[in-house]
């Protein structure tokens, strides 16, 4: 199925080290009108896989993650911009829906399409809870939209209607438990640093907003239907809020000491 003309999409790929996940990417994105990779000096072969895609591979020194997404998306060649992880496969129901509506022309009013994410993890996918179906906005015209959002949670800024797309993205998130872990304690110490001018936070906020996490992402979004990986994912996404105001009351404690 073609694209209308004025539908060209760039797909923009960010990348560091993702040997493990980088060829099923690219892999899922063939059909795309240009292919932008922008690679962070990875040693471990990833860059020499993107290049057998496509000639746009760009290395450049990481810029954290909403930085290094806007200079990829300085360097898009077409009017809409599809932003893909390397740990994500754009599914064939999703590309399927991609080029039927990008087959006429889409009203000028609509800016941006967000498409749901769905995570495998611990030999399964995650269906409830604090992962599904975590919409993501990732699919929007270059001139309507920007990369904004707090290190290390990037997310694009669309002036004007966005609509929902209905098939997911695959997202293959962490090999185990442990590499959870180590992304929890990079992204909460990331954060803390992010908010390092903000007060102390209180024993409440501490506390309080990882009790509430799990119970909202447990109970009222109801985690616990995807089992024991379920209940995996819920503690460790409230212990990740834990550990992001614990991190800024420890540095707020080492200031005041100095």
């Not at 200079?71 to 009017?79: G, N, V």
Request: net charge positive; charged share 30%; glycine share 6%.
């Amino acid at each position: 199925m073609s694209r209308h003309p004025e539908n060209k999409i760039s797909v923009c790929i960010i990348c560091g080290n993702e040997i493990r996940n980088i060829r099923r990417c690219l892999e899922s994105v063939k059909w795309a009108d240009e292919i932008v990779v922008v690679d962070s000096f990875s040693t471990d072969g990833t860059f020499d896989v993107a290049c057998q895609y496509t000639d746009k591979v760009i290395r450049q020194k990481w810029l954290g993650y909403i930085w290094q997404k806007k200079f990829t998306a300085e360097r898009a060649s077409h009017p809409w911009i599809f932003f893909v992880d390397a740990d994500e496969e754009v599914s064939i129901a999703l590309r399927t829906e991609i080029e039927r509506t990008f087959s006429k022309p889409i009203p000028k009013e609509i800016n941006g399409f967000n498409c749901p994410r769905l995570v495998h993890y611990l030999g399964r996918w995650i269906r409830h809870g604090d992962w599904y179906p975590d919409m993501k906005l990732r699919l929007f015209r270059k001139d309507f939209g920007e990369c904004g959002g707090e290190e290390p949670h990037d997310r694009i800024i669309v002036e004007g209607r966005v609509l929902n797309l209905s098939h997911p993205l695959n997202h293959f998130t962490y090999e185990s438990i442990s590499d959870q872990l180590r992304q929890i304690d990079r992204f909460s110490t990331i954060s803390a640093e992010t908010h390092a001018s903000q007060r102390a936070p209180s024993y409440f906020t501490i506390f309080g907003h990882a009790l509430f996490r799990f119970i909202r992402c447990y109970f009222w979004k109801r985690g616990f239907l995807d089992g024991i990986p379920g209940m995996i994912i819920e503690v460790n996404v409230a212990f990740g809020t834990f550990s992001k105001y614990a991190k800024l009351w420890e540095r707020k404690k080492v200031e005041k000491n100095k």
